[in-house]
Structures are given as C-alpha cells and as structure tokens.
C-alpha cells in the first residue's frame, strides 16, 4: 500500500480524500492548521518548510503521491493577498520541497486542486497570475491584497492549472516518474461555500452560479477523482486538468462552438490549430 499526504485534510475535500484513500488500505498523513497529523500554516515560507520536513520524517523520507487541497474561499473576510499565499505559494512550495520524497517513490502523483471558476468567472486580473508564476510571492500577496479575494480566488486557481501545465512536462517532474495533474471542481458541499464565516451577502451569489446537474457537488465525488489520479489507472495523466463541475464550464463555455457547425476532418483540424 502506498503513502499519501494530504494538505487541508482537517475537512473538506481533503478529509474525504483522506477517508476514501484509508478505505483502500493507504497510509494517510495529513497536514493542516490542526486536528490532523502535520500541524502548519502554509501561507508562509516557515510552514510550509516546517510542513516538508515533518511530513519527510513521518513517511520515512518516501512519498508515493501528494495532494494539495488546502485552501482558502473567496466568500469569507480573508484578504486577498492570504489567500493567494495560501492557495498557490502553499500548494507550488511544498510541492516543490517534497519532491526528493516523491522521487524516491516508484511513480509518485501530484494532484493539486484549481477550480472552474478558472474559466468561468469573470475578471480575473492577469497580472496576479503573472506574478504568481513568476514566483514573486510579495508581488502577488500585494495585489491580492488590492483586488480582494473575490478575484483573487480564481487568479490562484487559474496560476496553480497553469504551472500544473507548464511543469508536469519537465524533465525535472515526469523525468523523475513524477505525474503533475490538478483537479477543477465547481460548486462542492463544504466550508468554503456553506461555513459559518461566509459573508451572508457574498454567499447569495451561489444561488445564481449554474450547475446543469442540479446540486452541488458532494466531497466524495471529488474524492473518488483524487484517488484515480493517485492511482495504477490514470499513468497517462500527465499535466492535465480535469473539470468536476455539474456541467457548469460546458454550459457557460458553449460559445466556443458555432451552433450549427458540423465540420469536416479537416475544418476540425484547422480549427485547434488556431487556438493552439
């Protein structure tokens, strides 16, 4: 059986990835703010090293796959600028530091967790996912902090899609049998959109966001995708990003197609050449 580490595995997506990978006899260890087995704070430097380095000892210095679902939502009073540190510094750094870990695993997995609100919500500042790809985390902080967390949300997920994109095909990553996906979930039953903090007048935009399913979606859902990804099935997943929204990104994103276009072969091809 393999080890797995967890982040925000307290509650959430994370506790029910935790639960649904012990189901299978894996070994989990879990990092959050409390009430699991690495206690840290990963909107800093300090914690997320402290968080690399105690998660290296409990697993004996071997990780089989790590998942980063530790994050913060846009509908509480978090600033922006936590957020951002949070939610893409926290997830990219200890990536990045748990990787001799995964390297001496025989084919370690990454799956970190982005969002369709990636592309589905508006506005989202450019430059805030430029300063986040650069790596420039007081930048980014500080422009988080001047745009709020509404936008800056879906500016930390769209950068940690992207740097899943533009890494997982690295030599230093799939070179290393290193896999790097991420998970993109729409509207999911937990804390982050139905906890306590929520500011109740933010919290009524839910009720307008579409889900062509009907429901928003259960943490075991994304659970049972977290697991695939993990495991022997998915070893051609490789820098991917896989949408679990209820249908909302396919709805709001239809206009990408004509409505009456049936193409031949080669309009097809012309056609992702052009967007590619």
């Known amino acids: 059986m393999?080890?797995?580490?967890?982040?925000?595995?307290?509650?959430?997506?994370?506790?029910?990835?935790?639960?649904?990978?012990?189901?299978?006899?894996?070994?989990?260890?879990?990092?959050?703010?409390?009430?699991?087995?690495?206690?840290?704070?990963?909107?800093?430097?300090?914690?997320?090293?402290?968080?690399?380095?105690?998660?290296t000892e409990r697993s004996g210095g071997v990780v089989d796959g790590l998942v980063c679902c530790a994050g913060l939502g846009s509908l509480s009073h978090v600033p922006g600028g936590k957020l951002i540190a949070v939610n893409y510094f926290g997830a990219v750094e200890l990536v990045t530091a748990?990787?001799?870990?995964?390297?001496?695993?025989?084919?370690?997995?990454?799956v970190v967790i982005s969002s369709s609100s990636t592309t589905t919500q508006p506005g989202v500042p450019e430059n805030l996912v430029t300063a986040c790809l650069r790596g420039d985390e007081a930048e980014a902080v500080r422009i988080g902090d001047e745009v709020t967390a509404i936008p800056a949300y879906p500016a930390s997920k769209l950068a940690l899609a992207w740097w899943v994109r533009r890494e997982a095909v690295r030599p230093e990553w799939i070179g290393s049998g290193i896999r790097l996906n991420a998970i993109a979930p729409g509207m999911i039953d937990t804390p982050m959109t139905s906890g306590d903090?929520?500011?109740?007048?933010?919290?009524?935009?839910?009720?307008?966001?579409?889900?062509?399913?009907?429901?928003?979606g259960r943490p075991d859902e994304i659970a049972a995708l977290v697991e695939f990804l993990l495991g022997p099935g998915s070893t051609l997943f490789c820098g991917s990003v896989v949408f679990a929204d209820g249908g909302t990104d396919a709805q709001l994103r239809q206009q990408d197609w004509p409505a009456a276009w049936n193409p031949t072969p080669e309009e097809l091809t012309r056609h992702f050449q052009a967007r590619t």
């Not at 925000?8 to 012990?22: M, N, V």
């Not at 990092?31 to 840290?40: E, I």
């Open 2 to 55: 393999a080890t797995y580490v967890i982040t925000g595995a307290a509650s959430g997506i994370g506790a029910a990835s935790r639960h649904t990978l012990e189901a299978g006899g894996h070994t989990v260890i879990g990092v959050d703010l409390g009430h699991t087995d690495v206690t840290a704070d990963l909107s800093t430097p300090g914690g997320r090293a402290a968080a690399a380095a105690a998660v």
């Open 98 to 110: 748990l990787k001799p870990a995964l390297e001496r695993a025989d084919g370690a997995s990454v």
């Open 197 to 216: 903090d929520l500011d109740p007048e933010l919290a009524k935009a839910l009720d307008f966001y579409p889900v062509p399913l009907g429901r928003r």
